[in-house]
Structures are given as structure tokens and as C-alpha cells.
């Protein structure tokens, strides 16, 4: 087997056994980056030299048994607006181009701790500002399954990097579906976790309230030792919440016998396309078949979830990318008079055209007069949300659903309406709008050959009932192909 | 000006809390470092750093409002206030707007027309932001962020004041209960306490409020007196042209002894306030709060009763006495070691402020070990040293907190009790000036105080007065 084929978990042990190194691991990630990464473009950053030292330092410690976790010596990308000391880190924007951080984020450093090794920074929407890896000012991230469509945002790096093998696994971060929805894009398994499960420490925030960090893989089993690596109950983050367990990969279990799953029938109305529609259902049926209790039921309040989650996220977002002006560290222009223009230029040339929008978007929100209007009945729309989900997990372990409506649209087609391209994450927002843990998990291909996500949704902190049920179906669904390898073979039958 | 005038006042008072670290970092608070060193991520608005709330500034700001009899806010939440300021380097500031910590309060204050409540709105936590500093040579500005991040509570009273006197009285109330609280120095000429003034004045009699300005740059008592009459003068001669007050806020030159508009109300800034996510809100049990107010130490008004009561000092003595918390503090504890309160009392009253006012000091800056005062009035009361010694021992215990006792060793600054060689002295005095003893004798009493002086110099001083009278007025006769 090709090493870059293999799992995180996979990796980590030929490493433990020592047939492979931490250094050869690397190299091969590397490679398959010089070869692939012109066309795909997934990744802003990647310091060779700097992984390969890194990974020697790693294989010493692993060799003296310093470093004995399962994930040590992997290599992983980390999405570029979750900060890496000395290792610059842009959010894709014009604005942080050459921003390099004093400081690594706290999910970096647990990383670090696992013995993983950074091989370089991904691709994404701009400020993590859109559902298509195309408001990066680096270029689009192109999708490996086909390559005039897009990967899905804002993590479309992470996740199209993942399935075209340059890595084994990835960060990315979720304020609205950013994991969810380019996983289900790319065929790979992404987990955005419990709000206040990672620490949010060095994640450049876009809508504070609403981010997560999370892992993503090309199994659940990797899912749930990245997620063990990097979930920690973090003093500088004081959204972050101690866990009663920080064990994940216990829930790796073939069996759902009892596990009460509910399908939201808002979720199966207009605007789905019929045949993710056909594959989740399928799914579900496989869940029911080994023993699932598997009914619909109503979960209400679904067309509310993407307007209170555009005014919430865009707010927070006009205030949290406050701090880009110009004054201490990124883009600042050439010529300004005074300190209004160097903050008006600075910020209309350092931003690209959707970060302004929902800044202005944010701003007009939480503006006097308007604010009780719009951001207030956000808030409130956000609370009877959330309540909604409570009912709903009075009776079901976990919700299952679709993570994004269609599959990958082609480069170009979602900017021209950014209406439509925001009603795409209508599966997805409510989660964060809820702060629960969903994973999405590839189901199948559609006629054009592209794969297709099923998103599992837990109450908080029950991250162990989604992983259990992702796993056992990933077990009878059997390993999902690679872009390549699926092309030659037509895609995985269900 | 043929109509009265009323003036109404409120005053929103910024206090700089007295925590070793920041609000939302571990960074230090000491004032003085050179620029950017006392900083970190979270306090420079680096992208991805995130605050957590230092709890001693919770802690601060209920005693205060314990103290100020507010209502304790028990689920205080913080709010983002959004502006563009190159000082405050995220450019919003974490402050309190929809939920304060305290609320509804009051002091009483006491002026020449007697007591007065003055009612407290709120009192909220904020972050305070760095120094700009404009460089005109170099035609740039320069930003030091140490005191980005500094805890600062915000004190807004209600407009229940109605002149500069009231308005005096209550900011020095408030520095007094904060400053025995240990919760601030409250140095308004340093900015760790700050006044604006909100001013209107209407028609003695009327109901309904004038329309208020709000007046900034307030360094000192006397700055805000004279603004205080500088705007309400100013606002009166508009009405009476016939004009109207605009709403807006004025920036006050005290060496101009003038005012200038620096925005009006139409260019007031709409700064979106938002509840701050990165923040969750703070929960207050009643047990808390009870630890806060059973920590609470005395207060200046109960001590001031207790001075007069339990050691029969005078009211204005104890109100002197008490006028700062470092000197109450060594009133007291000198007063327990040598259990001579009065001797104490005096020495501060007397000395101790003369010699602060030489200096240009305030009673904070005392650094006077209560050991050392307790000895001298030990020292004075046994007799083993005169006044005039005493006097000059406490100049050396107020500036280099010297202890007399080692002090008057080894300087031989003892009284000389031997009677009997003070008498050899002063038969030979006596020998020395016949003049001066035929002039005693014929009348002249002034005689008597020349011949002490001679006898204390040639004594260097350490005679005992009352013993040198005594033998003088016995060989005279």
C-alpha cells in the first residue's frame, strides 16, 4: 500500500513499528504535494524544510520513546487561520499576507504534543467567509474528484487535500458548515465537535460564538484519535468546557442495536437534490438494518436557521476583523493622508469582496436602530433553535440528515448568487447555531461521479453516539475510494 | 440676569483598579515600563488571542459597589463597545452595557447645607486603552500598549448634584471608600481616577432637565470646580441671548480656563454594542458576595465616629486623621504599640502634615514605620529626650524612616538627668553672665530665658527643660 493512502491510524503504526519513519512519512506528503498541488491548490504554505527537521526531531523522540501516541510522527495540514508560530498564517487574505505569528493556537500545540507533524497551511475562504474555497486572495482550491468544481468552504484545503492524498488528515474550523459541508464535497469524513471542545486559542475568529476547530480525515476512526489529540479543556479560552471524558476512540464500536435515530422530514423538502436525497436515506436504511430505531419526525424552525445565522455570524465577524487596519501588523497601503484614509485604503484593499460584504452586512445589524430588529431576533431565533434540538434529543440519540443539498457545484456558479450559495448551508449552520457536535461522512457517489455527505448531529457532548453510528455504517459501507482510484472504478454502490 | 439659575450635575468617574495583572491577561499592570513591554497577544488585539476575565477585578468592583450601597448584578455579562482608535488595538473595548455589575446605589455626602444622597446609576467593569504618543518631529504617532488592558471601573452617578461643592464632595467620597478598600490610589493628577461631568442648567423650579453637555480633560479638583462654573456660566448666557444649549461633548483647557466643542451629538459615534462572545457571562452567588463585603475593611466614616469615641480625639483631628488610608492606618497601629493615641495624633497632625506640605506629598506617599513613631512618643513621654530633640528625631523618621532610638544613640542625643552636674553647669553659667543675674534679680523675667539658653547650648541640648528651670529659679533666689 501506498503510504499516502493510508490512514492517520495506519501511518502512526507502521511509525510505532518503526517500518516506516516519521521523516519518510513526511516526504511522501511532500511529494505528493509537488505533484498535485498545482493544479489543486490547496495548500498557502508549505515549508519543507522546516517539516523534514520536524519530523526528524519527531523520529528521534519516537525512537527514545518520548513519543508513543498513535498519531505520532503523522503529518497533518492545518487550515491557515488557526495560528502556527513562526509559520506564516494569512486567513487567504491579501490583509495577513505576510503575517506570521508570535504565538501557535492551542490545538497547534496539542498537536505538537501528539508528536504530529505540520506540513503545511491549507487553502480557504477568505476569513473562512464562504461555502466554496474561492474568495481566497491565493486562488481557488480546485476539487479532486473533478477539478472544474469546487472543493466546498470554507476548510475546501484541508478537505480536497485530504482526498487527493497529500495528507493524511487535517485541521479545518466550522463557524457555519465550514468542515461539514467541503467534507461532503470531497468524499472525506470531518467532525466539527461540541462548541468549547477545542480550544478556539490562536483561531483567527470569525464568528466567536459559533467556531470550532475539528478534525478532518479520511475515516472516523481518524476523526476520533484527532479529535482525542486536540480536544483539551483550555484556561485561555474561557468558552472552553472541562469534558467529563476526553476519550473518543471507545466509541469505535460496530453497533447501533437500540440507538434512536431521527430524520428531520423539514430537511427532505425543496431544494434537495434527489439523488442526495436517494443515498441518505440509504444510509439510514443500513443504520436501521443493524438494528437502529430509525423514524422521521419534525424538527421545525429549519427555514429560520440561515438568516439567524448569517446576522449572528456577520456581527461578530464586523467586530472580530476590527482589529486588520493597518496599525500593527498586516496589509497597510502606500499612500494614505491622516489616519481615516489609512484605515479606509488599508481595509479596501486589504479585504476581498465577501469579507467586506459581511462586514458591512455585521456592521448594518448591530447598528442603533437596527439593532433589536435584526441581531436581537437573531439571538432569540438562535434560543428557540436550540430549544427545538433539546426536544428533539429527548428522544433521539442522534439526527440524521444530509450535510449540504447537492453535491460540489462547478468554480464560478455560487459567487455569481451569494443568496443561493448562503441557502446551501441549511443543513448544516443549525449546529453551530446550537453548539453541537456533527460529523459528515462520504455515502456515495451522485451520476456525475461526485460524492455525496451524510451528516450525523449529537446533543452536546455526545460526540461518542455520532462517532458510533459513522462507524458502524462506515463499516458496512466498506472504505470509501479515492478521487483516482474511484474514477477507474466507478464509484462506490450502495 | 434677572432669572435664577439651577445646575445639575452627574458625573461618570473612570477609576484605574489597583490588580497586580491586567483584566484579560497575566500581563502587569506596573506603571513606568518601557513602551511594549508589558504586553502580550490578548492585550495587543493580535489575531486568535482570546481575554479571560481576572476575577480579583469582579472582586474590586462589587466591593466598591458593596461599599457605594448598590444592588450586585448576580449574572453580569460583558458587551463589545466598537470603535476605530489606534490606541485600542482590537478596536472595540470590553466594557458593560446591558448588564453592569452594579447597579442602583448611593453615597451620602456632606457639604456647609448639610448631608446629601447622591445616587449611583451604575458601576461597570471595563479595559482600559494604550498611549498614543505624536512624535511632531519625526511627523508620526507612536502606540504603547502597557496600559491596554488595565482593569478600570466606570462610576456613573445619577444627575443628583447641584454644584461644584456637592460635586467635590462626592468624588471625595468615592476616593476615600475606594481607597480604603484597597481597590484603587485614586490619583486624579496621574489618571488613575477620572471625571466627566455632565452638565445642564434649567430655570429654578422647572421640572424638566436642561440640555446637558459633557465635559472631558479633568486633571484635578480645582480644574473641575472651575469647569463646573466655567459651563454652567456659559450655558446660562446662551439661554439668556436666547440661544440653546447643543448637546454635545467639550473638551476642557485649564490653563485657558475655557472649553471647546469636540463633538456634537449628530457626530456621536454608534458604537454597535454587542454582548462579547469570546466572554461568558459572569454568575455571582450570594456566597461570593458575602465573602466580598465580610473582607470589606473599615470604612472612613466609621472610623471617623470611632476616633472620637474610643480615643476621644476631637472631630476635625479625626477627620484629618482619617482623610487618607495610610495615615488612619499608622495613627492606629502607632497608637496600640505606645497606647498613647493623643501624643500620635498629634505628631501627625502637626509635624506630619506641615512637613507633607513642605514636600508638596500626599498623606499615600508616608513611609513612616509605626514602630518608630511609637518609640518617639515613648521616648518623649519617659522624658528621655526633650521636644526640641524629639522635633528634630521625627524629621529623620518622616524622611529616611529612621529609628530614633538608634538614631539618639548614636548622635548622644539623651537627656541628661544627672542633676548634679547640671547644677556645676550652671553655677558656672551663673558666674559667667553677672548681668544677666542682677537684671533677674531686679525684675527683669526675660534674664530667666536667656540664662536657659546659654545653659541648653552649653548642654547641646539634652538637658531636661523642667529640671534647668527648676535649678536656676532655686540658685537665683
Redesign the interface.
Known amino acids: 500500500m501506498e503510504l499516502m493512502e493510508m490512514t492517520a491510524a495506519r501511518l502512526g503504526e507502521e511509525i510505532q513499528a518503526g517500518t516506516i519513519t516519521a521523516v519518510q512519512a513526511a516526504e511522501a506528503a511532500l511529494n505528493r504535494i509537488k505533484e498535485k498541488d498545482k493544479e489543486l491548490n490547496c495548500f498557502i504554505t508549505v515549508e519543507e524544510e522546516a517539516a523534514l527537521e520536524k519530523a526528524a526531531a519527531v523520529q528521534k523522540k519516537i525512537e527514545s520513546g518520548e513519543l508513543s501516541g498513535p498519531l505520532a510522527g503523522v503529518p497533518i495540514a492545518v487550515k491557515d487561520n488557526?495560528?502556527t508560530e513562526g509559520l506564516r498564517?494569512t486567513?487567504a487574505s491579501a490583509m495577513?499576507n505576510d503575517?506570521v505569528?508570535?504565538?501557535s493556537?492551542e490545538a497547534v500545540k496539542k498537536l505538537e504534543k501528539a508528536g504530529m507533524v505540520i506540513i503545511g497551511k491549507t487553502n480557504m475562504d477568505e476569513f473562512a467567509m464562504g461555502s466554496t474555497t474561492e474568495t481566497s486572495f491565493f486562488g481557488p482550491t480546485r476539487n479532486p474528484w473533478d477539478l472544474e468544481r469546487v472543493p466546498g468552504g470554507s476548510s475546501g484545503g484541508s478537505c480536497a487535500a485530504v482526498a487527493a492524498g497529500e495528507c493524511s488528515c487535517a485541521l479545518g474550523s466550522d463557524t457555519g458548515g465550514s468542515i461539514r459541508q467541503p467534507s461532503s464535497f470531497c468524499g472525506v469524513t470531518g467532525l466539527k465537535p461540541t462548541y468549547g471542545t477545542v480550544s478556539?486559542?490562536?483561531?483567527?475568529?470569525y464568528?466567536?460564538?459559533l467556531d470550532q476547530i475539528g478534525p478532518i480525515a479520511r475515516d472516523v476512526t481518524d476523526c476520533a484519535l484527532l479529535l482525542e489529540a486536540i480536544a483539551s479543556h483550555d484556561?485561555?479560552?474561557?468558552?472552553s468546557m472541562p469534558r467529563e471524558e476526553y476519550d473518543f476512540s471507545s466509541a469505535l464500536q460496530k453497533d447501533v442495536k437500540g440507538l434512536k435515530i431521527g430524520i428531520p422530514r423539514d430537511y427532505f423538502g425543496e431544494g434537495l437534490d434527489p439523488e442526495v436525497a436517494e443515498a441518505v436515506r440509504k444510509a439510514a436504511d443500513i443504520l436501521k438494518e443493524h438494528g437502529a430505531c430509525v423514524e422521521e419526525f419534525d424538527l421545525s424552525l429549519v427555514e429560520y436557521a440561515i438568516p439567524a445565522y448569517y446576522v449572528i455570524a456577520s456581527?461578530?465577524a464586523?467586530?472580530n476583523l476590527?482589529?486588520?487596519?493597518g496599525?500593527?501588523?498586516g496589509y497597510r497601503t502606500q499612500e494614505f493622508e491622516g489616519?481615516h484614509d489609512m484605515?479606509k485604503k488599508s481595509r479596501s484593499e486589504g479585504f476581498g469582496e465577501e469579507v467586506k460584504r459581511r462586514i458591512m452586512l455585521g456592521?448594518f445589524v448591530?447598528?442603533?436602530g437596527y439593532?433589536d430588529a435584526y441581531?436581537l431576533k437573531a439571538?432569540r431565533t438562535k434560543a428557540l433553535i436550540r430549544k427545538a434540538f433539546d426536544r428533539a434529543f429527548e428522544k433521539y440519540d442522534v439526527i440524521l440528515g444530509p450535510a449540504a443539498p447537492s453535491t460540489a457545484p462547478r468554480l464560478g456558479d455560487s459567487l455569481k448568487d451569494p443568496l443561493k450559495m448562503y441557502l446551501g448551508d441549511v443543513y448544516t449552520v443549525s449546529a453551530n447555531l446550537a453548539g453541537l457536535p456533527g460529523i459528515c461522512l462520504p455515502c456515495g457517489l451522485d451520476g456525475k461521479g461526485l460524492p455525496i455527505g451524510l451528516q450525523l448531529l449529537g446533543d452536546c457532548f455526545q460526540e461518542k453516539k455520532i462517532l458510533r453510528a459513522a462507524y458502524t455504517y462506515e463499516c458496512v459501507r466498506g472504505q470509501f475510494y479515492q478521487p483516482e482510484s474511484s474514477r477507474k472504478e466507478g464509484g462506490v454502490r450502495l | 440676569m434677572s432669572r435664577q439659575y439651577e445646575t445639575v450635575i452627574g458625573l461618570e468617574v473612570h477609576v484605574e483598579l489597583a490588580t497586580q495583572t491586567k483584566i484579560f491577561c497575566a500581563c502587569s499592570t506596573a506603571f513606568g515600563g518601557e513602551p511594549n513591554t508589558h504586553t502580550c497577544p490578548v492585550c495587543t488585539g493580535m489575531p486568535g488571542a482570546l481575554p479571560v476575565l481576572n476575577k480579583k477585578v469582579v472582586e474590586y468592583a462589587m466591593a466598591v459597589g458593596l461599599a457605594t450601597n448598590c444592588k450586585i448584578t448576580r449574572h453580569c455579562k460583558f458587551d463589545r463597545k466598537n470603535y476605530f482608535y489606534p490606541d485600542n488595538p482590537q478596536n472595540y473595548q470590553i466594557s458593560q452595557l446591558y448588564a453592569p455589575i452594579c447597579r442602583n446605589g448611593y453615597v451620602e455626602i456632606e457639604t456647609e447645607s448639610g448631608s446629601k444622597k447622591i445616587g449611583i446609576h451604575e458601576i461597570h467593569m471595563e479595559e482600559d486603552a494604550g498611549k498614543l504618543i505624536h512624535d511632531e518631529w519625526e511627523d508620526c504617532s507612536l502606540v504603547d500598549y502597557n496600559r491596554s488592558g488595565v482593569p478600570l471601573i466606570e462610576i456613573v452617578s445619577e444627575p443628583d448634584m447641584r454644584s461644584a461643592e456637592e460635586v467635590i464632595a462626592y468624588l471625595d467620597k468615592l476616593r476615600l471608600i475606594i481607597q480604603y478598600l484597597g481597590a484603587s490610589d485614586c490619583r486624579l493628577q496621574e489618571g488613575s481616577m477620572r471625571a466627566d461631568v455632565n452638565l445642564s442648567v434649567r430655570e429654578a423650579g422647572a421640572r424638566e432637565f436642561g440640555t446637558r453637555t459633557e465635559m472631558k480633560n479633568l486633571n484635578s479638583f480645582k480644574a473641575i470646580a472651575r469647569a463646573i462654573e466655567g459651563e454652567r456660566a456659559r450655558q446660562i448666557e446662551l439661554l439668556e441671548e436666547g440661544k440653546q444649549v447643543v448637546q454635545e461633548t467639550r473638551r476642557w483647557d485649564d490653563n485657558k480656563e475655557a472649553s471647546h466643542a469636540m463633538r456634537s451629538k449628530e457626530d456621536a459615534r454608534d458604537y454597535r454594542y454587542f454582548p462579547e462572545p469570546d466572554l461568558p457571562p459572569v454568575d455571582i452567588s450570594e456566597e461570593w458576595i458575602e465573602e466580598v463585603r465580610s473582607r470589606q475593611p473599615e470604612l472612613r466614616t466609621e472610623k471617623l465616629l470611632r476616633y472620637q469615641k474610643e480615643f476621644g480625639i476631637p472631630q476635625y483631628d479625626a477627620e484629618l486623621l482619617t482623610e487618607s488610608r495610610k495615615m488612619a492606618e499608622l495613627f492606629e497601629a502607632a497608637a496600640a504599640i505606645c497606647g498613647n493615641p493623643k501624643k500620635v495624633s498629634n505628631w501627625l497632625m502637626v509635624d506630619t502634615m506641615r512637613l507633607l506640605k513642605e514636600n508638596g506629598q500626599e498623606p499615600e506617599e508616608l513611609n513612616i514605620s509605626p514602630e518608630y513613631l511609637a518609640k518617639l512618643v515613648e521616648l518623649t513621654d519617659s522624658g528621655a529626650i526633650n521636644s526640641s530633640v524629639a522635633r528634630k528625631v521625627f524629621r529623620h523618621i518622616f524622611y529616611e524612616n529612621m529609628d530614633p532610638e538608634k538614631y539618639i544613640e548614636e548622635k548622644g542625643l539623651k537627656t541628661v538627668n544627672d542633676e548634679s552636674a547640671l547644677r556645676e553647669t550652671i553655677k558656672r553659667i551663673l558666674e559667667e553672665n553677672p548681668k544677666s543675674v542682677s537684671d533677674y534679680r531686679n525684675g527683669k523675667e526675660k534674664a530667666l530665658g536667656f540664662l536657659v539658653g546659654q545653659t541648653m547650648k552649653e548642654m547641646k541640648g539634652k538637658a531636661n527643660p523642667e529640671m534647668v528651670n527648676r535649678i536656676l529659679k532655686e540658685l537665683l533666689q
Not at chain 1, 235 to 239: L, N, Q, V
Not at chain 1, 322 to 325: H, P, T, V
Open positions: 488557526i495560528c498564517t486567513c495577513l503575517f505569528p508570535p504565538y493556537a478556539r486559542y490562536g483561531l483567527i475568529a464568528g466567536s460564538s484556561k485561555k479560552d474561557s468558552t456581527a461578530e464586523s467586530s476590527a482589529r486588520f487596519d496599525v500593527k501588523y489616519l484605515y456592521s448591530l447598528s442603533s439593532y441581531y439571538l
